[in-house]
């Protein structure tokens, strides 16, 4: 569904890319540049979030799972 999307953001400098069924998501250190260099490269999203890291996704990267209460 998105494979031409993530043709168009191979050449991002993004430390990750995960493509999934509905959304693509780029692990960058700025997030506001690479948003507005996806809409440069004539992408627009239909939505977009720019969040900072936390440390569950730290956990998450170094752990490969989720905490269980």
Known sequence: ???AAA???KDFSAERTEVLADRILLYVADGDAALAAVRA???EPLTSL???GTLE???LRLTGRRLED
């Open 7 to 9: 043709d168009k953001l």
């Open 1 to 3: 569904m998105h494979d």
């Open 57 to 59: 996704d730290v956990f």
């Open 50 to 52: 720019v969040r900072r």
């Open 41 to 43: 490269s004539g992408l």
